[in-house]
T-cell receptor, first 116, second 115 residues
Framework: DAGVIQSPRHEVTEMGQEVTLRCKPI?????LFWYRQTMMRGLELLIYFNNNVPIDDSGMPEDRFSAKMPNASFSTLKIQPSEPRDSAVYFC??????????????FGEGSRLTVL | DAKTTQPPSMDCAEGRAANLPCNHSTISGNEYVYWYRQIHSQGPQYIIHGLKNNETNEMASLIITEDRKSSTLILPHATLRDTAVYYC????????????????FGTGTRLQVFP
């Protein structure tokens, strides 16, 4: 199993540009999570999906952020327009249905975003 | 809120046991204690979880107090590669959906293993 795959690993962009981060969850996992990590705020949950449907997006900072999951094997997190304060490492994670296996979240390697 | 309290940092000598405490005084009866760690620049990695009995796997042991208000993660023989941030979270593992506030990782404990 290849694990959770995220792209790009690193992105440097200028303020005002659109940023799209991508995630491929582990096959067979029903849940997908987007987290953001900064030194100041630690690891924050932004949104999570169950069977491609967004369940809770209360962690999404503002309307500039949007996330989609068009199918079970792909999700995107988009920031438009980007701002310097969006600079962070964005992690995607997936898991099986609660109550199956260990219930653990499997994290990707993260996408490090720098907005100049 | 993370619903858990951990010390911000700890040191441990290589080869010795590392005991990382976590306070979860508001834990509910159906909530599990999960431990993850994050090695620099990588995504968090699952270590172990438990409900009320002590648990052990190839990575660590988890000791949960009888009242379940606190737990301790034990790395029996710490190595330099165990230097990481360790997160303790509590959440329900058997519900149909996640309770979002149970997926908050907090700031964790930064464990430094020294030679």
């Amino acid at each position: 199993d290849a694990g959770v795959i995220q792209s790009p690993r690193h992105e440097v962009t200028e303020m005002g540009q659109e940023v799209t981060l991508r995630c491929k969850p582990i096959s067979g996992h029903d849940y997908l999570f987007w987290y953001r990590q900064t030194m100041m705020r630690g690891l924050e949950l932004l949104i999570y999906f169950n069977n491609n449907v967004p369940i809770d997006d209360s962690g999404m900072p503002e309307d500039r952020f949007s996330a989609k999951m068009p199918n079970a094997s792909f999700s995107t997190l988009k920031i438009q327009p980007s701002e310097p304060r969006d600079s962070a490492v964005y992690f995607c994670a997936s898991s099986r249905r609660p109550g199956t296996g260990t219930g653990e979240l499997f994290f990707g390697e993260g996408s490090r975003l720098t907005v100049l | 809120d993370a619903k858990t309290t951990q010390p911000p940092s700890m040191d441990c000598a290589e080869g010795r046991a590392a005991n990382l405490p976590c306070n979860h005084s508001t834990i509910s009866g159906n909530e599990y204690v999960y431990w993850y760690r994050q090695i620099h620049s990588q995504g968090p990695q699952y270590i172990i979880h438990g409900l009320k009995n002590n648990e052990t796997n190839e990575m660590a042991s988890l000791i949960i107090t009888e009242d379940r208000k606190s737990s301790t993660l034990i790395l029996p023989h710490a190595t330099l590669r165990d230097t990481a941030v360790y997160y303790c979270i509590v959440r329900v593992a058997l519900s149909a959906n996640y309770n979002t506030d149970k997926l908050i990782f907090g700031t964790g404990t930064r464990l430094q293993v020294f030679p």
